[in-house]
């Protein structure tokens, strides 16, 4: 129901600032780079990955761990959705204009959502008070009111002054619910493109859907490990259950479990398959160590700390899916700053494995970004290249603007190294494309300084 600030932090490299570099130079080179942008990229329609079937028996167990759980672990006895057509509205809050890309990414989601999910949603008319609001506000005032969150949704309310004004009240209490009728969504404007929209895709999904997230699902942004940034098939299934005409508001978890199977194999059809037993759940000591790995808010010697007791904590409960693959990835980052043995020995760990759990996915390239840096850094153009030619694809399919955009700025220097200037050229105006949108100007702008700076006597 929040997004974390801690889950829109730019991916570490294997340098974090680009040595050598004098700060008047810096701010040259920021402003010639600056000075000659190309025109930003943008996603539209749904993302080309693939993924594999899920058998219809863990998408329902699946689907009731996600609907009758909050993300604090509250349990919600009672089913909860719209009912009827779903109008949403936007709110500029503070009367400044709203980014450009807001109403486009929207539009774009909408049209999914009809379309995969089968909602019945569109945008609100002028005038008329939507279903759904979306306000956008600066980012220091969510901060303010809720801090920590990038971006949440709220039922019972109609907009930011309506929230204000019921904060305190059990009218907010998702709990207290019988049917879904109003609900508001907050969301920064003055932050990158690829952050707003991705907190229409997690907001959005669960003001209609699920509220909970569960860190065993892979293919999901109903997931806090944040590898997939909007919407994906499995999330649309997921959302398609949810408003099937065999359901509706005021169910008890046992009426709704009872015609699970039968929406599933409508949803579903390829899911009849075998069942392969159930996942267990993340334990709440992986949890907060995994959370505790990726906060900014400790020091780098406990982020290792954290990290490590999250890889101990996954071996020993025995697991052997994404949620050790990611734990190594954590200590990778988290160990980057101070020790690059244990970095990259864990980040081959991590590549390792999701190599074999998931191919050449979105999960193996945010591995894959960092192993590329490292191989760039060190003069290996040809290793980096090798790493990059299988990465890029996957970040474009899963339409993830900043990782793309390093991996082609990564690329673009890997190219220049073996003496194809032109080509890199090229290759770098792409990322840069894409990383106006993943990040904003000036941050593109820092992140393109110290990509630069990690090829050898650049």
């Not at 999910?117 to 008329?128: F, M, Q, S, V, Y």
Request: charged share 20%; with cysteine.
């Amino acid at each position: 129901m929040l997004k974390s600030l801690a889950s829109l932090a730019v991916m570490a490299l294997a340098s974090c600032a680009t040595p050598g570099l004098a700060p008047q130079a810096t701010r040259a080179t920021i402003a010639n780079i600056t000075d000659a942008l190309p025109a930003p990229r943008r996603f539209s329609g749904a993302p080309a990955m693939r993924l594999p079937v899920q058998p219809n028996a863990q998408l329902a167990r699946d689907f009731m761990a996600l609907t009758f759980q909050l993300e604090t672990g509250r349990q919600l006895n009672t089913f909860t959705r719209y009912e009827g057509p779903i109008t949403v509205a936007v709110e500029n809050a503070t009367g400044t204009s709203l980014p450009p890309t807001l109403q486009p990414d929207l539009d774009d989601l909408l049209v999914r959502l009809r379309g995969e999910a089968k909602i019945d949603i569109r945008r609100a008319e002028a005038g008329e008070m939507g279903s759904i609001t979306i306000s956008a506000l600066p980012r220091k005032t969510l901060q303010r009111f809720v801090p920590g969150a990038a971006c949440f949704v709220v039922p019972r309310v109609a907009g930011w002054s309506d929230y204000l004004a019921k904060r305190f009240s059990p009218e907010i209490d998702w709990t207290t619910l019988t049917t879904r009728t109003r609900a508001s969504i907050f969301l920064p404007y003055d932050v990158s493109p690829q952050e707003i929209r991705d907190c229409l895709h997690e907001e959005l999904a669960q003001a209609v859907g699920p509220l909970n997230d569960l860190y065993r699902l892979p293919y999901s942004t109903f997931n806090d490990d944040n590898v997939n940034v909007v919407l994906t098939s499995y999330d649309m299934m997921l959302l398609r259950a949810t408003y099937d005409s065999s359901l509706q508001s005021g169910m008890s978890q046992a009426q709704v479990a009872a015609r699970l199977p039968a929406i599933l194999a409508r949803v579903n059809p390829s899911g009849r398959v075998a069942d392969r037993g159930a996942t267990p759940e993340a334990t709440e000591r992986w949890s907060k160590a995994i959370q505790g790995a990726l906060s900014p808010d400790v020091s780098s010697t406990a982020r290792i700390s954290y990290a490590k007791n999250a890889v101990a904590l996954a071996q020993a409960a025995g697991w052997q899916d994404e949620r050790l693959a990611f734990s190594h990835l954590a200590l990778g980052r988290a160990a980057l700053p101070m020790d690059g043995d244990i970095a990259i020995a864990a980040f081959l760990e991590s590549a390792a494995m999701y190599k074999q759990l998931t191919g050449n996915s979105i999960h193996s390239a945010q591995v894959a970004v960092q192993l590329a840096a490292f191989a760039l850094s060190s003069g290996q153009a040809d290793s980096a290249l090798s790493i990059l030619d299988e990465a890029i694809p996957a970040a474009d399919d899963a339409q993830n603007a900043s990782l793309l955009a390093t991996l082609l700025l990564l690329r673009s220097e890997a190219t220049a190294l073996q003496g194809a200037s032109s080509e890199a050229a090229r290759i770098r105006r792409e990322g840069l494309a894409w990383g106006r949108y993943a990040w904003g100007d000036e941050v593109l702008a820092i992140r393109a300084v110290e990509v630069a700076g990690l090829r050898p006597g650049a």
